[in-house]
């Protein structure tokens, strides 16, 4: 396994100036989803800016501490401050312009993007292959359920509709294809365009895995 982790680090390695903009692109509509889950429940600015910093940066800190990386917003201010600053923007704009499921659409742009860079970020801290896809759905959920926990909702992850499912395809296919020797950019898109599909579907159509039935 470390001769296969060691074998995509070139892959990753030409794809390394597109992460910070996923990254951060992530973490905005991660954010929003979190201040948007704050306005449905009329809050004040101050759980805003909580939940969309929890929301943005959650996942991403459980990742860092299991992959043993220097914890991300620790060391750079952008981060929270995208947070702060997406909080601040739901806060001041009439909640009537925002889409009703527009906190399921930032939540699932934000799940696609971060299934890929966690899984890349991962592989560059030389993570093998199958634990890195998993820190790629670990990214991608654990912002979501903090949300979800703080809000006092049942998670996201404990409804039947698909949504650990669209970040496993996400980061699994980009594991798969850079471990196959496809150029990491076209990866990185590959995996982000078919978890954003199955989520947006389950979205648009309610789709659901099948529960376990008793026979």
């Known amino acids: 396994?470390?001769?296969a982790s060691l074998s995509v680090q070139p892959v990753v390695d030409a794809s390394a100036?597109?992460?910070?903009?996923?990254?951060?692109?992530?973490?905005?509509?991660?954010?929003?989803?979190?201040?948007?889950?704050?306005?449905?429940?009329?809050?004040t600015l101050v759980t805003f800016m909580f939940f969309g910093a929890i929301t943005g940066v959650g996942g991403g800190t459980l990742r860092d501490v299991l992959i043993g990386a220097p914890v991300?917003?620790?060391h750079r201010s952008a981060p929270i401050a995208i947070c702060l600053g997406a909080a601040l923007v739901v806060w001041f704009t009439p909640r009537r312009?925002?889409?009703?499921?527009?906190?399921?659409?930032?939540?699932?742009?934000?799940?696609?993007?971060?299934?890929?860079?966690?899984?890349?970020?991962?592989?560059?801290?030389?993570?093998?292959?199958?634990?890195?896809?998993?820190?790629?759905?670990?990214?991608?959920?654990?912002?979501?359920i903090f949300r979800d926990m703080l809000a006092g909702v049942p998670s996201i992850v404990l409804r039947p509709e698909i949504y650990v499912t669209a970040a496993a395809l996400a980061a699994g296919s980009y594991v798969a294809l850079v471990s196959m020797g496809l150029h990491g950019g076209l990866a990185m898109g590959v995996g982000f365009l078919g978890g954003l599909i199955l989520?947006?579907?389950?979205?648009?159509?309610?789709?659901?895995?099948?529960?376990?039935?008793d026979l």
């Open 1 to 3: 396994m470390v001769a």
């Open 17 to 43: 100036w597109i992460m910070p903009w996923l990254d951060m692109a992530a973490t905005t509509v991660f954010a929003l989803s979190g201040a948007l889950a704050a306005a449905r429940m009329r809050k």
């Open 72 to 74: 991300f917003w620790m």
């Open 97 to 144: 312009i925002w889409p009703e499921q527009a906190l399921e659409w930032c939540d699932g742009i934000g799940l696609a993007a971060y299934s890929v860079f966690g899984a890349a970020k991962a592989l560059s801290f030389g993570i093998p292959p199958l634990p890195a896809a998993i820190m790629g759905v670990v990214t991608a959920c654990m912002g979501g």
């Open 199 to 213: 989520r947006f579907a389950a979205i648009r159509w309610q789709l659901g895995l099948p529960a376990y039935k």
